[in-house]
């Protein structure tokens, strides 16, 4: 099973962008799967919603151990100068190493494609909580709250629950989404409960600590939908 995921946010200059995706879909994604232990990639632009610009890329791998031997560090050491050259394009680049803490599927999770890959469209929160009792709160907000209704949601693929290995922010949710459509109909109703001071969402999620990029919503750009 995939129970590690790396995440890579970054932006990319218009000019270098073509270029830059020609070689990462066609050079760098393959090299990747070929490495022990890589189960799955997909790449996803941002900008549909969210505070989130630019791109994400995810990597799905059997544990977080996946990518740790060799580590990114290690691996940036031996990098060809392509590869070099083509990393050296990333603006305001950040990544985090992840382990599934819990997965649910979703209404939909029957159009989720292909194989193990995440859905068309996803959303993606990188966050620290700032202190043990608001991550106490949160952890039964996810349980007895979210993650039920998740499951019966029209147009939810599924849900995962992160913990960073790797990176500045402790905590991760990844939500998959067969369709824009189907999320911004479905899904982004439910967000205008942060809002709401008297809701368990209105209590816990404006104590969070995002990201700059978080959280972001993404639309599939590789594996093509």
Known sequence: MDHGIWAIWYDIAADSKAE???????VHIPEKLSRPGYRWAAHYQLGHGGRGVGFVAL??????????NPSPGQLATRQSPETKRFIGMRLNAAAGIFAEEIRINGADAAQRSPGLTTAAVI???NFNAPS?????DLGGWYAQERFPLLTTLPGCVGTRKLLASVGLYKHAILYEFTS???RDK?????????HDPASWMGRVV???????YSPAVGQRIWPVV
């Open 20 to 26: 830059y995706l020609n070689w990462f879909h066609n």
């Open 59 to 68: 990597f799905g791998g059997d544990s977080t151990h996946t990518f740790l």
């Open 123 to 125: 959303q993606i929160g």
């Open 186 to 194: 479905h899904y982004a109703p439910l967000e205008a409960q942060s």
């Open 206 to 212: 404006p104590q969070l600590l995002h990201a700059p």
């Open 132 to 136: 043990p009792q608001v991550e106490d």
């Open 180 to 182: 824009l459509a189907a």
